[in-house]
Every structure is written in structure tokens, then in C-alpha cells.
């Protein structure tokens, strides 16, 4: 089970990873389509806003993925010392709590989408409801990222260690 879960986080990464890294060459365009229709030509308005929207949805979706290779700011010189019975816990209380806040991120980004949806963009006249979408998306896939970060921490067999600084003998000491 745990293996079809890291191959569809796989999967779902590998999609993710494309798509900002579109976004990310879209967005260069834009601005220098922005830029070079300023300098030269009459300023084409709605690439400011397009470039905006971009942005947006780059953050999130970018924040997934740094979520998902654990990227994103951690103290772990204190969990790193524990046992190996102790950091587990703690692990998967940090993955109980991420994902609560998560599934809250998405019930929240939800009906603030469904809030905007009736406005439209000044130049591109979207509805924002597409805008927003990015928001319960990113903490929807985020989520499931939790999960089988939690999912590991239990079905995987604990290390055979004595607590922080203990050598197999495979490997020397500090």
C-alpha cells in the first residue's frame, strides 16, 4: 500500500514539477512581453495582471512542492538528538497537525473561491473562482503528502538504534 502511495506522490510530483516549471517560463515571457511592449509600443495592459495571477499560482504550487521534499523552514537540531522511538512520534504529530491545518487550508480556500467567483479580472475578465482555485488545490495535494508522510512513519520498521549518537557497526561513531 504504502509503495502505490509513494508512486502516485511520485507521479503527482513529477506533473506539479512541469507545471511550475511552465508557469516559471510563462511568466518570463509575460514580463518581457510586458517590458518590451512598454519600451517599443503601446503597453499591452493585461500581461501586468496575467504576470500576477502567474505568480500566485507558482507560489502554491511551488510551496507544494517544497512541502513534499522537505524544503520549507524546520528546526530539527532537537528532534534530531531523540530517540528513534521519540523522533517517530514526533513525526507523526507534526504530520497530524499539518494535516488538520491543511484540510482547514482547503474548507477555507474553498468557499473564499466560491466567495470571488462572481468577480471577474480587470483585463482578462476570468472569473477569480479560477484564481483562487490554486489556494484548496496546493493544500489538497499538500495534504496527501502529510498523509503518506504520516503513513510512512508507522508502517515503516523502526531503526535498530539506542537513542542519539549510537553506532551500527557498519558505521563508525561521531
Not at 508557469?23 to 515571457?29: C, F
Not at 468557499?111 to 479560477?130: G, H, K, T, V, W
Amino acid at each position: 500500500m504504502l509503495q502505490a502511495l509513494t508512486a502516485i506522490e511520485r507521479g503527482m510530483d513529477a506533473v506539479l514539477q512541469r507545471v511550475v516549471f511552465i508557469g516559471i517560463v510563462a511568466l518570463i515571457a509575460l514580463m518581457t512581453l510586458q517590458i518590451v511592449s512598454r519600451v517599443l509600443f503601446t503597453a499591452v495592459g493585461w500581461t501586468e495582471e496575467a504576470s500576477r495571477f502567474l505568480l500566485v499560482w507558482i507560489t502554491f504550487l511551488g510551496a507544494t512542492l517544497a512541502y513534499q521534499r522537505g524544503r520549507h523552514i524546520a528546526v530539527t537540531f532537537l528532534l534530531e538528538r531523540m530517540p528513534d522511538g521519540l523522533q517517530r512520534t514526533c513525526r507523526a504529530a507534526v504530520s497530524l497537525i499539518a494535516i488538520a491545518f491543511l484540510l482547514v487550508l482547503v474548507v477555507v480556500g474553498y468557499r473564499y473561491m466560491e466567495m470571488q467567483a462572481f468577480q471577474r479580472s480587470a483585463s482578462l475578465r476570468i472569473s477569480m473562482y479560477y484564481v483562487y482555485s490554486v489556494m484548496p488545490a496546493s493544500a489538497a495535494i499538500m495534504s496527501y503528502y502529510a498523509l503518506v508522510d504520516l503513513l510512512e512513519v508507522i508502517l515503516r520498521p523502526a531503526r535498530d538504534s539506542d537513542g542519539p549518537g549510537s553506532a551500527s557497526p557498519e558505521t563508525p561513531g561521531p
